[in-house]
């Protein structure tokens, strides 16, 4: 971000242009062959590790967010971003924090993680399920979760018995 401001009552921020092709974009034509997937996989995977590292959940991993330029494979838009707890897993907060707060439930939904649906705190494990939908995406051609509506999109994505693992 280069700039902050505000011109007539709105506020507006200026940031780098980054010149290439969405993940998003890319998808469109169909699942990526495995040479080119894996070319994706590692830039993604280090991105995530950084900015886990650097104490920030991004919450909003998904193709579009994921840019394709000459220079490589960018991870973009960290308007959902936020500081991440000291350590990955459950916080007091995250266990007794209401389901119904209003404004806790943030992300794209076909790669939010079930605690993100549930108005639970995200930590790093939320963009590491975000990024494990990208993933079957990018080998399949289709999105991992699906839903007629917000409500049936709920329902596909279950609640895992044992908590998934931090992969870095």
Same mark, same amino acid.
């Given at each position: 971000v280069y700039e902050v401001g505000e011109?007539?009552?709105?506020?507006?921020?200026?940031m780098r242009f980054v010149e290439g092709k969405s993940l998003y974009e890319l998808l469109r034509d169909g699942p990526l062959d495995n040479r080119r997937a894996a070319t994706y996989l590692e830039p993604v995977c280090r991105a995530i590790h950084a900015i886990h590292e650097h104490g920030v959940l991004h919450r909003d991993i998904k193709p579009h967010n994921i840019m394709i330029t000459r220079d490589g494979v960018k991870v973009l838009d960290f308007g959902l971003a936020k500081s991440a707890p000291a350590t990955p897993g459950?916080?007091?907060? !995250?266990?007794? #924090? /209401?389901?119904?707060?209003?404004?806790?439930?943030?992300?794209?939904?076909?790669?939010?993680?079930? +605690? *993100?649906?549930?108005?639970?705190?995200?930590d790093a494990r939320s963009d590491i399920w975000a990024f494990?939908?990208?993933l079957?995406?990018?080998? !399949?051609?289709? #999105? /991992?979760?699906?839903?007629?509506?917000?409500?049936?999109?709920?329902?596909?994505?279950?609640?895992? +018995? *044992?908590?998934?693992a931090v992969l870095f």
């Open positions: 011109s007539e009552g709105l506020k507006y921020y200026a459950p916080t007091d907060a !995250t266990l007794t #924090k /209401a389901l119904t707060t209003e404004g806790t439930v943030l992300g794209t939904p076909q790669y939010m993680a079930p +605690e *993100q649906f549930e108005g639970r705190e995200a494990g939908a990208v079957y995406e990018m080998m !399949t051609g289709q #999105k /991992a979760f699906q839903g007629k509506n917000y409500a049936s999109l709920v329902g596909a994505v279950e609640p895992l +018995e *044992q908590p998934y």
